[in-house]
């Protein structure tokens, strides 16, 4: 089994950045695409980005492009989120997910138990 644990939420101003992290075992990291997934109260689970597992392919949502940033660091079996130019609509508890065989929308094979974001107005 694939364990997924995220770090690195908190409070923020609006206006600031965050960084999240994302690190993984029980296989080869490498091997899959990682993503993030936040999901508010009240609503559905939402997808925010996404990289391939050569790392040379992501994808973002409309609502976090130009602000948001996807990477990965095979040697630490860690992905990263980088969080920028933060805002209200940014909060909610944010999930890092693995897939062996997609790496966008659809992906969650495993997921995390997730970390919250919290960003002040």
């Known amino acids: 089994q694939v364990q997924l644990v995220e770090s690195g939420g908190g409070s923020v101003q609006a206006g600031g950045s965050l960084r999240l992290s994302c690190v993984a075992s029980?296989?080869?990291?490498?091997?899959?695409?990682m993503g993030w997934f936040r999901q508010s109260p009240g609503k559905e689970r939402e997808f925010v980005a996404s990289?391939?597992?050569?790392?040379?392919?992501?994808r973002l949502a409309d609502s976090v492009k130009g602000r948001f940033t996807i990477s990965r660091d095979d040697a630490k079996n860690t992905v990263y989120l980088d969080m920028y130019d933060l805002n209200a609509e940014d909060t909610a508890v944010y999930y890092c997910?693995?897939?062996?065989?997609?790496?966008?929308?659809?992906?969650?094979?495993?997921w995390g138990q997730g970390t919250q974001v919290t960003v002040s107005s």
């Open positions: 997910t693995a897939d062996p065989y997609t790496w966008g929308p659809e992906m969650g094979a495993y």
């Open positions: 029980g296989r080869a990291f490498s091997s899959f695409s």
């Open positions: 990289i391939s597992w050569t790392g040379g392919n992501n």
